[in-house]
């Protein structure tokens, strides 16, 4: 401890409580994953998103290290909870590193909220594709929602196909910046556009003025017939 003046500045380490106060706020944070899973079955997910069904937690760890892949709770609220097999710590690092990318291109980003049904058929899904590009292309994140209704609480698992399929194929234009994740009566995922805020204005712009331009060329050209047509 170094007294200077009448201020007293402490130089002591954050104790070993701070630290350990730290790491449970950041596994909070986290999804459980392995034997952090404390339930005693899941509704698995197979990691190219196929339906395994209803296994003791036991037999999906079992799967899981058959596989080189881990078990990862990705709707814990559900009933039973749903665990995905996936490799943890590459889509770890894979999500940081897009997370990190996404921030750097988006100054002045904003967030947008888009709301799906569960049991939504094609042509409303495409409609709301369609903004959700619409967005994206703008250069703003978006928030894509899934209200349960009823019974479909019980079925998370069809949530997060729905919001992958989206993901899939809006994946030229973002990336998941958070993967979904069940709260309650609803299921969230943030998408990241790829590019820059001020580009996708920038590429605004240019279309408005070769929109502007276009139009001065047929006025002209029209005009120039009229003055063809008096001679």
Same mark, same amino acid.
């Given at each position: ?8 500045? /402490? ?22 994953? =392995? ?8 509704? @698995? ?23 080189? @892949? ?6 814990? =609220? ?6 995905? !097999? ?21 100054? =002045?980003?904003? !967030? ?5 049904? @569960? ?34 609480? /019980? ?24 993967? $979904? ?11 990241? $556009? ?36 008096? =001679?």
């Amino acid at each position: 401890m170094v007294i200077v003046g009448l201020r007293v500045l /402490s130089t002591r380490r954050p104790s070993s409580c701070q630290q350990t106060a730290t790491i449970k706020e950041q596994l909070i944070n986290e999804p459980r994953v =392995n034997d952090r899973i404390r339930v005693p079955e899941v509704r @698995l997910v197979g990691p190219e998103g196929e339906q395994v069904g209803v296994v003791r937690v036991a037999d999906a760890l079992r799967l899981a290290e058959e596989a080189g @892949l881990d078990l990862v709770e990705v709707a814990p =609220n559900a009933r039973p909870p749903v665990a995905k !097999l996936m490799d943890y710590g590459k889509y770890k690092y894979e999500a940081a590193q897009k997370a990190r990318e996404a921030r750097r291109n988006q100054a =002045n980003t904003v !967030l947008k909220e888009i709301r799906f049904r @569960l049991k939504i058929d094609d042509h409303d899904f495409e409609t709301k594709k369609g903004h959700v590009e619409r967005f994206l292309k703008g250069g703003d994140k978006v928030k894509v929602m899934i209200m349960f209704r009823g019974r479909e609480q /019980s079925r998370p698992e069809m949530g997060v196909r729905l919001l992958e399929r989206l993901a899939e194929e809006v994946g030229d234009l973002a990336v998941v910046e958070s993967a $979904p994740r069940q709260d309650g009566r609803n299921m969230t995922m943030v998408l990241a $556009p790829t590019r820059k805020k001020s580009e996708a204005k920038s590429e605004q712009r240019r279309r408005r003025e070769a929109e502007r331009q276009a139009k001065r060329d047929r006025q002209a050209e029209r005009s120039a017939k009229g003055e063809r047509s008096d =001679n």
